[in-house]
């Protein structure tokens, strides 16, 4: 076996995407679709330090700490909404409540 390269990591990377982009789409718990935009952002994450390390830059690992800034605040605004709903409509299944509609 050769050693692993920067195309191992980016493959490894799109096909976490591509888990968490299905999930998105298929689940109905947003709960769910939730841990899978993370596993769409860690996707991200794993392709920023990889291009960043095989270019001998540190610019990819500082986007990344970035991107899990915008995660940490996504999960928690996210969180509360959630919340904030189940506690108003007592469900949080995405087609039953639609808030949006007047």
Known sequence: ????????????????????AVGVGIKRNPIVIFMCIEL???????????????????????????VMAVAAAEVAIGLGIIVSIFRSRETIDIDEVNLLKL
């Open 1 to 20: 076996m050769g050693p692993i390269t920067a195309t191992h990591y980016i493959g490894l990377s799109a096909i976490l995407f591509a888990i968490g």
């Open 40 to 66: 769409m952002l860690n996707a991200a994450n794993l392709a920023l330090v990889a291009m960043g390390k095989h270019l001998g830059s540190i610019s990819g690992q500082m986007m990344a700490i970035f």
